[in-house]
């Protein structure tokens, strides 16, 4: 039920770009991504709510791939207030209710 | 606004001890989250509510762990008696709705249990 994301952990240069999958066993209705600092809370990032939505801001941008179940994360020409964990969501629903089941983080780090 | 408000920050306690997490939602925000963030299990929900009712408390660990939200502006954790294993990071989100909406977290109640 929880959200595969890939890799686990990830190191770059400063100015490197950086890719992050979120991938499910179960139908995507949304997915949700969020990174954590060392030592904060979890700060939204953007939502996709439709199958092939794209969406970015900053040099951070994701995709949503409906059929294949996955979603992923781009960070281009990443700058040192990237560095953090990045966590994906993904919406379960059953009769009565739905909620966000996060997956079990991405640690990327950054150097100058 | 101030943001999602929790106390208190830190929490240590002896095992056995009842604790009790608080949490003030962003105002106009209808869900509330209660999570548990510890190295090995990551970003657990424990409970969410919407308009104050309790949706899905599939995430809470067993009967030694309960949440009320008695209005629109306060919810509480409770755990009783605590154990050493309960020792995590908890946090509080709220957002406009359940899922299609951002959640906005608090700066989290560090929990010992000794």
């Known amino acids: 039920q929880q959200p595969v994301q890939s890799p686990q952990a990830v190191i770059l240069r400063e100015g490197e770009d950086a890719v992050i999958n979120c991938s499910s066993s179960k139908a995507l209705y949304s997915v949700h991504w969020y990174r954590q600092k060392h030592g904060e809370a979890p700060v939204f990032l953007m939502i996709?709510?439709?199958?092939?939505e794209q969406k970015g801001h900053d040099k951070i941008s994701a995709s949503f791939n409906e059929k294949k179940q996955q979603s992923s994360l781009y960070l281009t020409a990443s700058q040192l207030s990237y560095s953090g964990t990045y966590f994906c969501g993904t919406e379960k629903r059953n009769s009565s209710a739905s909620k966000i089941i996060f997956g079990s983080g991405t640690r990327l780090s950054i150097r100058p | 606004d101030a943001g999602v408000i929790q106390s208190p920050r830190h929490e240590v306690t002896e095992m056995g001890q009842e604790v009790t997490l608080r949490c003030k939602p962003i105002s106009g925000h209808n869900s509330l989250f209660w999570y548990r963030q510890t190295m090995m299990r990551g970003l657990e929900l424990l409970i969410y509510f919407n308009n104050n009712v309790p949706i899905d408390d599939s995430g809470m660990p067993e009967d030694r762990f309960s949440a009320k939200m008695p209005n629109a502006s306060f919810s509480t954790l409770k755990i009783q008696p605590s154990e050493p294993r309960d020792s995590a990071v908890y946090f509080c989100?709220?957002?406009?709705?359940?899922?299609?909406?951002?959640?906005?977290f608090g700066p989290g109640t560090r929990l010992t249990v000794t």
């Open positions: 989100a709220s957002s406009l709705d359940q899922t299609a909406y951002e959640q906005y």
């Open positions: 996709l709510l439709k199958g092939g």
